[in-house]
């Protein structure tokens, strides 16, 4: 009897440790093996969840632009939130461009969200950035069972301000 359980371990070890192999064989051919190239849908949701979370500390009126155009529908979700109110950036053709630094000075006031997919170093996996009127982030996503996640994201803002002091010196 104690022959049989000794068998029935050592064959489940082995069993496991084949299993185990095979597993570690297919995520490095996930990660080495040379695809077709980032489709443009892929390279549009990455950005979009970076998106979604940064909209979570928004509030007002956003414009918002992917890769250099509008999202499609459905792609950016103010999670219920109503005090935020999300609006393609063509509808402001004066802000509509492809450099910030050549847009109408009339847009330093608007709220524009510009989100990019940046590099894709292995499949589904995608490096994302952002930027707004004061604040920039990046963001590193995973496509798994064929929808985009978050792994990691950092956002900086900075502001300008002036404090006047009475004193003299």
Not at 61 to 80: F, T
Not at 119 to 143: D, E, N, Q, W
Request: charged letters at 20%; aromatic letters at 8%.
């Amino acid at each position: 009897m104690i022959k049989y359980i000794k068998r029935m371990v050592i064959s489940i070890s082995i069993s496991l440790g084949v299993f185990s192999f095979l597993v570690l064989l297919l995520i490095i051919y996930i990660f080495t093996h040379d695809s077709t190239g980032v489709f443009v849908e892929d390279a549009d949701q990455a950005a979009a969840v970076l998106v979604n979370e940064y909209l979570g500390f928004e509030r007002d009126d956003v414009y918002i632009s992917i890769n250099g155009h509008d999202p499609e529908s459905g792609i950016i979700s103010n999670n219920g939130d109503n005090s935020i109110s999300i609006h393609n950036l063509s509808e402001l053709p004066e802000c509509n461009v492809p450099d910030e630094r050549d847009q109408d000075p009339s847009c330093e006031d608007k709220n524009i969200l510009r989100a990019r997919f940046e590099h894709m170093p292995a499949r589904y996996v995608a490096f994302v950035s952002l930027t707004t009127r004061g604040c920039g982030g990046r963001g590193m996503a995973a496509k798994i069972a064929g929808k985009w996640y978050l792994l990691k994201s950092h956002f900086n803002c900075c502001t300008l301000g002036a404090v006047i002091s009475d004193q003299q010196p």
